[in-house]
């Protein structure tokens, strides 16, 4: 009797056979297929086979407002109907467009005067290093070229962006970093040789931004690039007064200051911006993720009026400025922004997460008392455990032992979704409507994770 696969079986099958999964290893995926998710609420979340999982990382960071915000999705269908599509060529414009881009200055750092309106936090980072280029030759210094970032930052993954990235996996095989793309290290506390001193963390950073600079050449280097609290490379929290000694070190030194705020923007640390809880007013800010809750996909990069007018002005007279694409200022990209952002204001969900920040933050330094956690660290509802084979002496597990993707599957059995790092980092970051006793669910399942990992017999090994 001939039988017909079930849905889920289909689908896999199609999976795997066709669509190319971002940051995997291909043929790994290809042998444990895709887990499907079909529906979401909240923080929680339900794959096709109906089981529920509280989602701690708010998708890949970005959605901010939950999932099932109606209000957002009336906003988009009703862009879709009235204009689905408008150029930005030809100085054509939507209104959505030109109100967000108002808002956007509106809400940010008063440095910042002008809009680029991109399709994700990757092409933000792209225009940035373009604009940057263009800002020093049109001001008479060429040579600056030198690009300087921090060691474990992420910027994307474009073929420029992912040089700024310090992460190997996006170097390996890509011939990158690029020539003119250098990094220093990372003002990472837990690993700092001084123990973790704030003063001696930030002093260092400093010394670095000097001295790397004045290798290259003052006169060489175009701009410094961060982000200020360092996401992908493993939810690194800077200690206060970081980010504005870097800033005035910076200009000091006459380079750019750009602050990557795809992760930690609106609202994810406590304000709208991270760098405004040190009164930072950066050159240029790159924005994506929680801009549209990840509903649709947008970003954009700001500028200062400064580096605007310095390209304005010295472009030969009728000659267009060669940077753009077909879906910059996309209308219903612009649409679905506003609405997010009104919710962040309006509709209470900053002052929601900032009030229940706390309990995330007692949740997480309570897990400090596991046997495996050696580090809880966080920012507002931005957070990370970093785990240890020695908590005293801090020694980490053996990369070669391949917990990562382990410790994800055990997380999923447990109805839990947060980022598990290589390197035995777990990464939070869910909905800034996650309530209080969602919370404490959250890290009751993760506790139930970690007591897993603990029965380990290589974990048990490695631990002595």
């Known amino acids: 009797m001939l039988t017909s696969a079930s849905p889920h079986d289909v689908l896999t099958d199609l999976d795997r056979r066709h669509l190319v999964h971002p940051v995997a290893h291909w043929r790994g995926h290809e042998a444990c297929g895709p887990s499907i998710l079909a529906s979401g609420q909240g923080v929680w979340l339900q794959d096709d086979q109906g089981r529920e999982l509280l989602d701690g990382f708010a998708g890949l960071w970005c959605v901010n407002v939950g999932y099932g915000q109606e209000s957002v999705v009336q906003a988009a269908t009703e862009q879709l109907r009235r204009l689905p599509y408008a150029t930005g060529y030809f100085h054509f414009a939507s209104e959505s467009a030109i109100r967000l881009a108002a808002k956007l200055v509106d809400i940010s750092p008063a440095s910042l005067s002008r809009v680029y309106l991109t399709l994700g936090g990757s092409e933000a980072v792209d225009a940035a290093v373009r604009f940057i280029t263009l800002y020093w030759n049109s001001v008479g210094q060429p040579q600056r070229k030198q690009f300087i970032a921090l060691q474990r930052g992420y910027h994307g993954s474009s073929s420029t962006g992912a040089g700024l990235t310090a992460l190997p996996v996006f170097h390996r095989g890509f011939d990158l970093p690029l020539p003119n793309q250098h990094h220093i290290p990372s003002p990472y506390p837990y690993r700092h040789p ?15 931004l000097r001295a790397k600079v004045a290798e290259l050449g003052p006169q060489n280097v175009a701009a410094f690039f961060c982000e200020p609290i360092q996401g992908s490379g493993g939810v690194i929290v800077p200690p206060a007064g970081w980010l504005k000694a870097m800033a005035d070190t910076a200009r000091e030194l006459g380079i750019l200051f750009v602050v990557d705020e795809v992760i ?23 924005v994506a993720k929680g801009l549209t809750s990840g509903y649709v996909p947008m970003g954009a990069t700001l500028m200062s009026e400064a580096v605007y007018a310095a390209i304005a002005d010295a ?7 060669g940077h753009g694409a077909t879906y910059s200022a996309h209308p219903v990209g612009a649409a679905v922004a506003l ?44 957070g990370a455990l970093e785990l240890v084979a020695d908590k005293a002496t801090r020694r980490a597990f053996d990369p070669a032992l391949g ?3 382990r ?19 777990l990464g939070f970051a869910p909905a800034l409507t996650i309530t209080e006793a969602e919370i404490d669910e959250l890290f009751a399942r993760v506790r139930r994770v970690l007591d897993d990992v603990l029965t380990l017999p290589e974990v048990r090994t490695a631990m002595g």
Do not use: K, W
């Open 264 to 286: 930690t923007g609106f609202g994810r640390t406590g304000p709208m911006f991270a760098c405004q809880a040190e009164g930072v007013e950066p050159d240029l800010m790159t």
């Open 194 to 208: 001084s123990g973790g001193d704030d003063a001696a963390v930030i002093a260092d950073s400093v010394a670095q």
């Open 407 to 425: 410790i994800f599957g055990i997380a999923l059995r447990h109805g839990v979704i947060f980022r598990s790092f290589n390197d035995h980092i």
């Open 315 to 321: 472009a030969p007279q009728g000659m267009a400025i």
């Open 339 to 382: 609405e997010v952002l009104r919710l962040y204001e309006d509709g209470g969900i900053l002052a929601h997460a900032q009030a229940v920040a706390p309990r995330f933050a007692a949740a997480m330094q309570a897990l400090t008392a596991h046997p495996l956690v050696g580090d809880a660290r966080q920012r507002g509802l931005l």
């Open 403 to 405: 917990l990562g993707e």
